[in-house]
Structures are given as C-alpha cells and as structure tokens.
C-alpha cells in the first residue's frame, strides 16, 4: 500500500471522456493534477462498451470512433504529466482543518488534495440485464449487452432488442454489415434521437414495436432462434437469429459518494454554474452533474470541465484574478511551433 502524501491542487475522480479533458485543461492552469480512475484503464465506459460506435456529435470532429477518441483524450490528457492512478476506487471524504481533502480509497491508499472534481459518470455502470430464465446460458457467446467488433456480425441474423440511442445506433451500424437486422422495442414511441430513428425506420431494419422478447432458443450457448410477443396483444413470432443484443439501459450505482453529505437528486449531483456541488471545493461535472439546461452530450461535458477547473483554481486561490486562458496563447504549448 503506497500512501500519497502530496497535497495536489486538484484530484478528478474519474478517467473518462470528461475527466481526461478536464485533466488537460487543469494542467493549462498550472494546477497540480491527479486522476483516479477504478476502471484499470483510461476512458471510462467508452472503450469498454462503444469502442466501435461512431461519435458525431463534437464540434470539428466529423465522426470518430470511441476507441480512436479516447486514444487522442488520454494522449491530450498527458500533456502536462498528471498523475494517473488506475484500478483505485475512492471511498472516504473527509476535510480536513486546513481545508484540504482527505480521500481514502479501497485498498487504503490516501490522497490529500485542495479540491475534488467528480468525473463519475453515473458511478459503476452495469449493464440491465434480460430477465428470461435460460438468458446465462447464451451470454458473452451469442447474447451481448455491448458490441465490442462490428466485424464479428457480418453475414449474421441479429436481434436487437431496446429503443434508445444505444440500440439505434447499432441497428444502423449493423444494417450495412449483417445479414438481416431486426429491432423489438416495448413502447411504441423512441426515445433515441430523432433523425438516427428515422434512418433506422427508412432502412432494412426490421423494427417490431411494441414487442419484447418471450423467449430465447439454442444451445451450448448458440442461439437459433428468438420468440417475441407483442406487448398488450397475442401476435407471437419466432424469429431466426445468430446474435441477440440487449440495450435495456444501467444500473446506477453512484457508491460511497452518496455518504459524503453532497446534495444528490435523482441519482446525479446538484451543482451550480460553477459546477461547485454543496460542498465547497468540490465540483462534480459530465453525466453526475445536476443543473437546469444541462446538456447531455460529450461536447456538454468538455465545457464543465473546464468551468469547474477555473472554479478549483479560484478556491485555491481566491485573491488571484483569473485570465481568459487559450491554448493559442498558451506558450508552453505554442513555443514549440
């Protein structure tokens, strides 16, 4: 057990999309900078869920996939050396008299810091899983909560089963590649964006709504075929699969961050326009942050960052003023061009 007795200006719990970004921006402000992450690797839920899945939706970057973005955030994120602790989960809270923070995490380990900026997301995510009794049998073999490959779908017959932005986005990425995709949703309205439904209904994806999956058949952890019923009606179909995909959604856990005595509504964290939570110096940004017009995007999430760091760097040190800060303008970064 190694005990970090540095006191660091600022410490991002959380190494994902946001919390990358926000350690870049922080090492701008010549703060000193820890990351912890509990995941042991860098990029949160993106490489591990959506490595394959086409990101569109950040100014300047056309398209990009998952994997690629976070090779270029965790690369950005290094600029200015921060130190990275992975495979660390941080429990307890404590402030201490001088005003600095005490974080104690799973394996005892303990950081001392000046502020907090929670990168969370919504805490340890777990996939919901299908509630049919033989489900185990056929998962990680031909049921899956995620795509890892895209590759590995072609030519098959998938079923995807969900009506959000994740299980229409594959069924778009799928459409192209295998050889028959179907999509079952148990409402008969979307809730994924509304030009990627459109494309999925004006394809080749068969989409079945309101339906849900009855039963799953196979064997030795092979599916051979799906039986859906259609919700409130008896029309039952059975239908030939290779792949069955399920995107019903997280389970959220936001942890021992729930006892630290932070105003918390609805499972994410209440924070004003400074992202500053009740608890002052510490700041909570990306999907835990709580605020009226929130955006619910990546790009929403790199604009707290940094709005929570200037706020750090003000509590650190509230006499200084705090200048616009641009990384054209920035020589550390520009001398070298």
Known sequence: M????????????????????????????????????????LGGKVPYFYPEKIIRDIGGIPMISGEKLTEDLIKQAMTFDPAIILNEQVLHMEKLEDGTFLLTSNNGAQHYTKTIVLATGFGSLKSVKLNLANAIDFEEKSLHYSIKKLESYRDKNVLISGGGNSAVDWANELEPIANKVTLIYRKPMFTGIESNVS???????????????LELKGMGGQMTSAIVKQVDGNDLREIEVDNVIVNHGFEINLGPITEWGINIENGTIVVDHTMSTSIPGIFAIGDVANYPSKLALIAGGFNEGPIAVNGAKLHVSPKESLKHLFSTHYEPLTSGN
């Open 2 to 41: 190694v005990q970090q007795k540095d006191i660091y200006d600022i410490t991002i719990i959380g190494g994902g999309p946001v919390g990358l970004f926000t350690a870049f921006y922080s090492g701008m402000r010549e703060m000193k900078t820890k990351v912890i992450e509990f995941l042991p690797y």
């Open 199 to 213: 494309k999925m209904i004006h394809s080749t994806v068969d989409v079945l709504n309101p339906y849900e999956l």
